[in-house]
Antibody, heavy 122, light 108 residues
Framework: EVQLVESGGGLVQPGGSLRLSCAASGFTFSSYSMNWVRQAPGKGLEWVSYISSSSSTIYYADSVKGRFTISRDNAKNSLYLQMNSLRAEDTAVYYC???????????????WGKGTTVTVSS | EIVLTQSPATLSLSPGERATLSCRASQSVSSYLAWYQQKPGQAPRLLIYDASNRATGIPARFSGSGSGTDFTLTISSLEPEDFAVYYCQQRSNWPRYTFGQGTKLEIK
């Protein structure tokens, strides 16, 4: 079964740091690009970051650029998100999602984890 | 930046009825648009990609149409499990994904 399982969420004070992990199973992790997407309480979906299969290409949303770092370990089938200088507005459920390319050559997110909750509050 | 606007914000219908959800892009995204379904407390699920193709395992009552700037998700006959929030998404400004604000489909 194709599966993504996030972990590492929790309560952190403003200005603090947290590292999220996403464990992949049931597919060849090293062949897929990956994403982090977040959802603030009662709000919609916001793409956060993208990493290619070999880690050669990385992108961030403007809202997290310079504070968050995405990485992966293909040997461990794991994706990470290092979050520094956290703000109250970073409070959200964080999902990892697999990047999949359609027949038209367009990428979408076809497999999602259940998410891990990050709360930034004093 | 391409903005996706979904309408209506909330749609109240009964099981067995037909649902029509709209997504409008601020500029053309060709046919490169997806729809996701999200139930409370769950992760989003890919329903439709490339505007009109159903993802693996998605029932035939779900269909997508449109191109350019105007897109529609249609659920032909609502089942109780279809009541959820639906998001459209595009990636024309690769690699950044953009989502619409969502349409909540609720039981009338």
């Amino acid at each position: 079964e194709v599966q993504l399982v996030e972990s590492g969420g929790g309560l952190v004070q403003p200005g603090g740091s947290l590292r999220l992990s996403c464990a992949a199973s049931g597919f060849t992790f090293s062949s897929y690009s990956m994403n982090w997407v977040r959802q603030a309480p009662g709000k919609g979906l916001e793409w956060v970051s993208y990493i290619s299969s070999s880690s050669s290409t990385i992108y961030y949303a403007d809202s997290v650029k310079g504070r968050f770092t995405i990485s992966r370990d293909n040997a461990k089938n794991s994706l990470y998100l290092q979050m520094n200088s956290l703000r109250a507005e970073d409070t959200a459920v964080y999902y990892c999602a697999r990047d999949w390319r359609s027949g038209e050559g367009v990428n979408y997110m076809d497999v999602w984890g259940k998410g891990t909750t990050v709360t930034v509050s004093s | 930046e391409i903005v996706l606007t979904q309408s209506p914000a909330t749609l109240s219908l009964s099981p067995g009825e037909r649902a029509t959800l709209s997504c409008r892009a601020s500029q053309s995204v060709s046919s490169y648009l997806a729809w996701y379904q999200q139930k409370p407390g769950q992760a989003p699920r890919l329903l439709i990609y490339d505007a009109s193709n159903r993802a693996t395992g998605i029932p035939a009552r779900f269909s997508g149409s449109g191109s350019g700037t105007d897109f529609t998700l249609t659920i032909s006959s609502l089942e109780p499990e279809d009541f959820a929030v639906y998001y459209c998404q595009q990636r024309s400004n690769w690699p950044r994904y953009t989502f619409g604000q969502g349409t909540k489909l609720e039981i009338k």
